[in-house]
């Protein structure tokens, strides 16, 4: 009996926890901490801390009173104008919308921008590669209204993005393996939402 109770309770130690609903996964696979704050209408969570070569962060997907929600990631500890700030923006609707705003950084000061950023969700999903090196990467928006660059899946499909990568080479073992193809149409309308 009591070995019994110990063998459920260390094999409850170890069996991951099995999520509930879609997510939005961060993987920082940068060698620097990176710091995240999750944003929208309603308020700012508390910062997280990704930890570099393997950080992770997960949400279940918030549906705001208004809009959507960008998680804001940076380098540093402070989240005001003099920071550069890369957003992660994700909008449930009939949809979920997501896409990378470089819209708070400028150019150079885009703590990804030396690195490379990759963006994916469910298989058969859009997904959205920002080159290493590359200054004004044509897949985030980098103007307000570069509306090419939101993409979106059915509302059952995780979304991550990784972080100094330009693939995700570590998904399966991180996140395990999305299944459901997006095979409908392209959606109408872009209910994209900042700040
Ligand atoms: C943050 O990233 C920017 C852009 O790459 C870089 O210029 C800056 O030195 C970085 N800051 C820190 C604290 O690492």
Avoid at 63 to 84: I, R, W
Avoid at 92 to 102: A, E, G, K, M, P
Avoid at 157 to 179: M, N
């Amino acid at each position: 009996m009591q070995f019994t109770t110990v063998v459920v309770a260390a094999l409850a130690a170890v069996v991951p926890f099995v999520q509930a609903g879609p997510q939005a996964h961060l993987n920082n696979m940068c060698d620097f901490d990176v710091y995240l704050w999750s944003v929208s209408a309603d308020g700012s969570s508390d910062m997280h801390t990704l930890k570099a070569n393997g950080g992770t962060y997960s949400e279940d997907y918030q549906v705001p009173s208004q809009g959507g929600v960008s998680l804001k990631l940076s380098n540093k500890t402070q989240l005001g104008a003099a920071a550069g700030i890369t957003q992660f923006e994700y909008t449930l609707t009939d949809w979920i919308w997501y896409d990378i705003s470089n819209v708070d950084c400028q150019t150079t000061d885009c703590p990804f921008q030396p690195y490379g950023l990759y963006m994916e969700s469910g298989k058969g999903c859009p997904t959205a590669t920002c080159h290493a090196g590359d200054l004004t990467c044509k897949e985030a928006y980098t103007l307000y209204n570069d509306d090419w660059a939101t993409k979106a899946c059915t509302t059952d499909q995780d979304i991550t993005l990784h972080l100094c990568s330009e693939s995700a080479p570590e998904k399966r073992e991180v996140f395990g393996v999305p299944s459901k193809r997006w095979a409908h149409g392209k959606p109408h309308g872009h209910p994209h939402w900042r700040h």
